[in-house]
């Protein structure tokens, strides 16, 4: 992944209005949308936003810029700064609106319950919440435990089901390298959405004819008939006894 400049919007803003770079190219720079450039250059973006001179700033050479004005494809590079390494990395809880906050606690109580490989930072970072709070949900010490639900948090809307899966296969990859051994139960949670749709589906045996499997429909069991019994054929139930029959049938048509 490419690193962004600081004050990404802002930089595009001075970049759009201080060059003749292309809105491609701005907007492969800064981490924005080529239309959403366009937009800045026509006022219905950014409106207000002061320009950010990346020169100034220690973002972008001179030079850089003057070979993106004469080469339509070449792409800006944003210039080394020591003092901002790793600035991307420190990033702060993740942001959960107000009205989803609610549910946080059940989707703890879901990822406890069939995640329990995952750590409790894992789920902090995954959720945005605090290891007090998964740490008293385990311990079922929680103020509300008796009225929580385990609900799925990409149900909930509080990560992306990729995200998700990430985690858990980071989990799978960690106990495997640690030679831990897993349950059939264990390794069916650790598998991703994408690898649970590519498998095929198992065999499944009707329901009406479950317990009946070692069952022979085949004429092979035709042999195992005795010798000495009786075939009975179809017709033999609807046979009628002899004699009687058709008279009794004239005696009722008489009256």
């Known amino acids: 992944m490419m690193a962004k400049p600081l004050m990404a919007k802002a930089t595009a803003v001075w970049l759009v209005d201080n060059t003749t770079i292309s809105f491609k190219q701005i ?12 937009g800045i250059a026509d006022g219905d973006v ?4 002061k320009g950010f001179d990346p020169i100034a700033n220690n973002q972008l050479t001179q030079e850089e810029i003057d070979s993106a004005q004469g080469n339509p494809l070449h792409k800006l590079k944003l210039k080394f700064n020591p003092s901002a390494a790793g600035e991307e990395k420190r990033r702060g809880p993740r942001y959960t ?3 989803k906050r609610q549910d946080r606690p059940n989707s703890i109580l879901w990822l406890v319950k069939f995640h329990p ?12 919440t605090t290891k007090p709070t998964i740490q008293s949900i385990r311990e079922r010490t929680h103020w509300n435990i008796a009225n929580m639900q385990p609900i799925d948090p990409v149900a909930l809307g ?6 998700l899966d990430a985690v858990v296969q980071k ?7 640690e030679g831990g051994v897993m349950s059939d139960d264990e390794r069916r949670r650790l598998v991703s959405t994408e690898q649970s749709l590519e498998m ?3 065999p499944k045996i009707p329901t009406a004819i479950e317990g009946l499997e070692t069952f022979s429909l085949s004429e092979d069991s035709d042999e195992e008939q005795k010798d000495d019994e009786p075939i009975i054929d179809a017709d033999s139930f609807f046979n009628l006894p002899k ?6 049938e004239e005696d009722d048509l008489r009256n």
């Open 27 to 38: 907007a492969d720079f800064v981490g924005m949308h080529e239309l959403e450039v366009q």
């Open 46 to 49: 950014a409106a207000g936003v």
């Open 97 to 99: 609106p107000l009205s």
């Open 117 to 128: 490989e995952l750590s409790d930072g894992q789920i902090a970072k995954l959720v945005g």
């Open 158 to 163: 509080l990560c992306k089901q990729s995200e």
């Open 171 to 177: 989990a799978a990859a960690k106990k495997a390298a």
């Open 200 to 202: 095929d589906a198992a």
């Open 243 to 248: 004699g009687g029959g058709e008279e009794d």
